[in-house]
């Protein structure tokens, strides 16, 4: 309870934030060359020394890697609603989590690169009165280039705020239960699709720096527990 002189703020609730990898505003070259800079420019991502690998990125990277992707990009592209499938899923996804959990939680979601960006979400949450927000980086596996990127940047953001709200951080869940039975749902689903019976069923991760592992990242070693 505040003091009746204090000047009126919202408080008392809880908040529960997905966040993402991140997505181009648009498919084309206009679009990608901000998001691959701000992606690429990460330390957590790239740990190569900024004074070697700034020159790259800005002076080869940024003027060929852009129209490539935006190529790509746009057959994936969902033009019903303009905009790229993982923000369509991620939106849904908060959406059905909302409905789930109904009002006793409210829950956003952000990208990591990209919009809606952390900053904004956490801002906008603690103005409805989150004094208590979860945040869920959506990487089953743990990396320090995904996961540890999300906290990294939460934490950060937290800088700005006079009154920060309490912040806890989901663990991996790359061998949970509920997560393979759900990847298990799915495959066996699909091969009752199949007119043929395959004789293997390759899991494939994205892939990471060796350098990384050898430092100690448990990114390989979640995804070979996942399989």
Known sequence: MLSSTHPKVVFGETGLLLVNLGTPETPDKKGLRPYLKQFLSDRRVIETSPLIW?????????????????EAYAKIWRKESNESPLRYYTRAQAAKLQAQLGDRVKVDWAMRYGAPSIETRLTNMKKAGCERIAIIALYPQYSAST??????????????????????????????????????????????S????????????????????EKGDPYHCHCAKTA
């Not at 790259?56 to 003027?63: D, E, K, Q, V």
């Not at 890697?65 to 935006?70: T, Y």
């Not at 395959?198 to 060796?210: K, T």
């Open 54 to 70: 700034q020159p790259i990125l800005r002076g080869i990277i940024l003027n060929t890697r852009p129209q490539k992707s935006a």
């Open 194 to 213: 199949l007119d043929y019976q395959p004789e293997y069923i390759i899991a494939s991760f994205h892939g990471l720096p060796q350098r990384y592992f």
């Open 147 to 192: 996961s540890a990127s999300v906290y990294d940047h939460v934490f950060r953001a937290l800088l700005d705020l006079r009154w920060q709200p309490a912040i806890r951080t989901a663990a991996p869940w790359h061998d949970h239960p509920a997560y393979i039975d759900a990847l298990a749902q799915s495959v066996t689903d699909h091969l009752r």
